[in-house]
């Protein structure tokens, strides 16, 4: 009977490491490039016709500063490059879990681009950083 536990315990303990690493291969994130100081890496999205970016930044500022601006959404277009508008469409979480229409106008010639952003912001208080 033992030896059935063990077997059945070792089958599931396999199972779960198994799952965990298919959860952590959902992005494989690549660097796409650094600018401005920033290194923004690119993934496939499994099943989809778009790509998920992010983007990773030292910014010289109090921890204090970032998290007003992050949450102060309506004013993107002043600081954001070719940022046309923004409006919050659905908030989650209070001010740190929102969902963001976000237009973009790149070159005056093509057409504005429109997205849905989710924004989720979590601040470490503690270590000085923004996620």
């Known amino acids: 009977m033992t030896n059935k536990n063990f077997i059945i315990t070792l089958i599931l303990m396999l199972f779960m490491a198994s799952a965990t690493g298919f959860?952590?291969?959902?992005?494989?994130?690549?660097?796409?490039?650094?600018?401005?100081?920033?290194?923004?890496?690119?993934?496939?999205?499994?099943?989809?016709?778009y790509i998920a970016a992010k983007a990773t930044c030292v910014i010289p500022a109090r921890i204090e500063v970032i998290g007003v601006i992050l949450r102060d959404i309506p004013n993107y277009p002043e600081w954001m490059d070719d940022c046309k508008t923004t409006k919050i469409l659905k908030t989650v979480d209070d001010e740190k879990d929102v969902f963001i229409f976000w237009l973009r106008q790149h070159v005056t010639m093509f057409p504005d681009r429109d997205m849905v952003l989710r924004s989720k912001t979590i601040i470490d208080m503690k270590n000085g950083r923004s996620l």
């Not at 291969?25 to 989809?48: F, M, P």
């Open 23 to 49: 959860a952590s291969d959902r992005y494989q994130w690549k660097l796409a490039g650094t600018e401005d100081g920033c290194q923004i890496h690119t993934s496939n999205v499994a099943g989809k016709d």
